[in-house]
């Protein structure tokens, strides 16, 4: 069987057909058993959601990390347009670039805020998704 492993962080496992008892005094789980990591909130998980128990006591994919990732909530304009001002370009090496500019804005409480300005590459991992 296969020791209990840690779920992600801002995440459980589900184990299927164990009490919350047996969880909390099961140590080994037999082989072909599945684990699967759920996330809390408002987050998704990110790798492997499903893990087996193999013959040789180890878990399928621990190679893989899996994570929970918040979902980014979706930017709207007073006006409920989206806003724009987003570009993408090829970089050198064949990866690509995006930049994105959101105009100066107004929080509920009246602060304004200067513009924000997030620049990265496409395709790396980030702590947020989009919705």
Do not use: F
Request: charged fraction near 20%.
């Amino acid at each position: 069987g296969c020791a209990i492993i840690r779920p992600p962080r801002d995440g459980g496992i589900r184990y299927r057909g164990l009490t919350q008892e047996q969880i909390r005094s099961v140590q080994i789980l037999p082989v072909d058993y599945e684990i699967e990591y759920i996330c809390r909130g408002n987050r998704v998980i990110v790798g492997p959601k499903v893990r087996k128990c193999l013959p040789n006591g180890t878990w399928t994919d621990m190679s893989q990390h899996s994570r929970c990732l918040q979902l980014c909530p979706r930017v709207w304009t007073s006006r409920g347009e989206r806003p724009g001002g987003g570009e993408a370009t090829r970089a050198a090496g064949g990866g690509h670039h995006a930049s994105l500019q959101l105009p100066r804005w107004i929080h509920a409480g009246g602060q304004k805020h200067d513009p924000l300005h997030q620049t990265g590459q496409v395709g790396r991992a980030e702590a947020h998704l989009p919705l």
